[in-house]
């Protein structure tokens, strides 16, 4: 399956990537504002993916793109039209390079979205629990937990919304990054798809017990884990 567009976050004035959470629910989920999305492309199987922002210390949700069904974009009242906080969810025009017979070669032409999106939104996400936000990523990506993708990490905590601790996590995760590339790293079983494939699983699921030791909130769920 191809991996989801993923979520960003700013956070004093940088950006980083959600790479994960804690708990049952992700920060934001349309579904909970009785918003249905629909599958946009192979990128965005989901049907929807946001931009968050913390700023003083309030964890607001920033813009949404999501997909949404045709009679809800074209030709609604303006009692049905999708909103989110308050925000008109409406399709949007984007440059983009077409072929052109008539030409005989691709011109830029505006095309009409087949999603929707709001931006400047600002509404506050009330919600409980340690986030990882991530930037740079490895070249090296083998482990499941989430933060193993990326050489920055910062875990942030919140309680009803609000940012009440914030801790860098980089170094942790560069002295494992070490580990694992050092002798001293228990090596995976020689055929990991075939008759290993359980051995793998456990010494997979071993090294990635440890990357969540490092982190105060519990193994934290990457938007992209099935089940």
Known sequence: MTQQIQDVITLENDQYVLAGWDGAESPF??????????????ACWRGWHSALRIHNRCLTLDSLHIGLPEDLLTDVSPERAPKIFGKPLKRYEYRCQVYCDDVGGWVDRLQLSSEARATSIGGAILWDGHLLLGSGSRPFAILAHPAWYYQTIIECEFVRGVLVGQWDRSSDCQRIAEWFDSDACPKPPDDPFGSDRQQFKNWERGLDALMGAFFRGVYCKSQNEEG
């Open 29 to 42: 989920d349309p579904q909970r504002f009785d918003l249905e999305p629909q599958m946009i492309s192979t």
